[in-house]
């Protein structure tokens, strides 16, 4: 066994201690990574506070990790010791079903192995990025690309692959008009893709307090949606609405922003449900979809796409001591646009 350093939370209201947690020695394809960043994704705040449900405490967070290999299992091909790698939402899958062999390995049939807050395959509770050390399979451990800092490449590892994969799904691209609602974290990252993909972005945001940062990244317009007049000018000019946000929002004024047979796909996952009137998608022959990170495969994809582009997340890195203040501040919509724990203060 392993011993690493984390910070864990012991329960929904709890702040974040000190712990040592347990890695498994390593079996023949296996890699330890000495974890370098681990980006703070809302989704750990979902469910950090147990607000997707019931979670085993005490929990360590963390699906944005990136860090070097620091030993590698008697039978690994893919990496060797000193290798650049991240490893996001998932570490392991059956591999067999028909979504595995079809490299959609986050829809497992079989249920794969979150990073956190899982299972894995030997019984044991998986803990994640917000430590010093981890152990992960081969086959879903991705290469960071020489160009990409590894305090950068973290966020990518889930925000960038959660927005990459429905824009790639979808057809973002030259000729399609994208909006992407909330920009934090992922929404950062979709308006770096869908512009690098060569469409036309839109951002809505609750203000205009960061239109400036938005239109740097590469949208074309910005918009606030509190201003009603927002939902009256953009009616029906969107091909795809990516819905990032991690709150319940009004989904059928949205809706109306659809062209016919456009497509509105929340990646956002509030604990609340959103309620669908179905008149508004009905009207333009529109869908309301939903994507779930990417398969490690255009996790990969995306990570060399990102280093072709030179496109980065913009973060904040913060010590180990600062992610309660840190959570804090991502429910505050005040983030820009991720933050990232330095490992090496832990
Ligand atoms: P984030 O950094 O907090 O960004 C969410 C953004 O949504 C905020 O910056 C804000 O943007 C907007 N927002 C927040 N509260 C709002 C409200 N009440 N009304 C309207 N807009 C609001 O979070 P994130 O890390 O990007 O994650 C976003 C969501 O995606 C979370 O629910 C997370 O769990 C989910 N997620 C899903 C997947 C997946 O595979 N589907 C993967 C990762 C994360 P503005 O300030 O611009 O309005
Ligand atoms: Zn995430």
């Not at 991240?86 to 490299?103: A, I």
Request: glycine share 10%; proline share 3%; charged share 20%.
């Amino acid at each position: 066994m392993i011993t690493a350093k984390a910070r864990a939370i012991d329960g929904p209201d709890k702040s974040f201690r000190a712990a040592e947690i347990k890695r498994r020695d390593l079996d023949l394809h296996d890699i330890l990574i000495e974890i370098k960043y681990a980006g703070i994704c809302h989704s750990d705040i979902h469910t950090a506070h147990g607000e997707w449900g019931a979670v085993n405490y005490p929990l360590v967070p963390g699906h944005e990790i990136a860090g070097i290999v620091a030993e590698v299992g008697a039978e690994v091909t893919k990496y060797k010791v000193g290798d650049r790698v991240g490893v996001g939402c998932m570490v392991d899958s059956c591999g067999d079903c028909e979504n595995c062999q079809k490299g959609e390995e986050q829809f497992c049939l079989n249920g794969q192995v979150p990073t956190y807050a899982g299972v894995d395959k030997y019984g044991e509770p998986t803990q994640g990025g917000y430590s010093t050390h981890i152990v992960v399979t081969e086959d879903f451990v991705l290469k960071i690309p020489d160009s990409i800092e590894l305090d950068a490449a973290a966020p990518l590892l889930c925000a960038g692959i959660t927005t990459y994969s429905p824009l790639n799904h979808w057809g973002a691209g030259s000729g399609k008009k994208v909006a992407v609602i909330g920009l934090g974290g992922l929404g950062h990252m979709a308006v770096q893709i869908a512009h690098a993909m060569g469409a036309e972005v839109t951002v809505l945001s609750q203000t205009l307090n960061k239109k400036e940062d938005g239109l740097d990244l590469g949208a074309d317009s910005y918009y606030a949606t509190s201003d009603p007049e927002t939902f009256k000018k953009l009616g029906g000019y969107f091909d795809l609405i990516i819905n990032t946000v991690s709150a319940k929002i009004d989904i059928n004024a949205y809706f109306g922003l659809l062209t016919l047979d456009g497509t509105l796909v929340n990646v956002g996952a509030p604990s609340e449900p959103l309620s669908v009137r179905v008149q508004s998608l009905i009207g333009g022959r529109r869908s309301f979809a939903g994507s779930l990170i990417g398969g490690i495969r255009e996790t990969q994809e995306m990570l060399d796409f990102c280093a072709e582009h030179s496109i980065a997340p913009k973060i904040e890195v913060i010590s180990a001591d600062q992610i309660d203040e840190a959570y804090k501040r991502v429910l505050a919509s005040d983030v820009k646009y991720r933050f990232v724990i330095d490992i090496s203060t832990m």
